[in-house]
């Protein structure tokens, strides 16, 4: 039996939906943002290659799995990030998902 992503509730069987409410998913996605933003790794990223780096485009990546459109990625990540790193990791994140041939 299927539940409720946010309280476990649950659904009313053959449900496509992962939440009971519209304010379960609301919370949900708000917890989920909490986790993220605590997650990136704010010392500088030290160029090219390096783990923080990867570590952060992996952050963006499952941003974009979780269903975070672009503009929302972009508005937290520039909390602290430049833009220009910030674009970077979205246009990374983008085409390793595409290779993984996921869509969004
Ligand atoms: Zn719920």
Redesign the pocket.
């Known amino acids: 039996m299927k539940k ?1 992503k ?2 476990g ?1 649950q659904l009313t069987s053959g449900s496509r939906l992962d ?3 519209k304010e ?1 998913m609301k919370q949900y996605r708000e917890n989920k943002l909490k986790i993220l933003q605590r997650s990136f790794l704010t010392q500088f990223d030290k160029g090219f290659g390096s783990s923080r780096r990867q570590h952060n485009i992996q952050v963006v990546k499952n941003m974009l799995e979780e269903g975070y459109s672009e503009e929302q990625i972009i508005k937290i990540a520039s909390v602290y990030f430049r833009k220009q790193t910030v674009f970077e990791y979205l246009e990374i994140a983008k085409s390793l998902l595409e290779i993984e041939g996921e869509k969004l």
């Open positions: 409720c946010n309280c509730k939440f009971y409410s379960c």
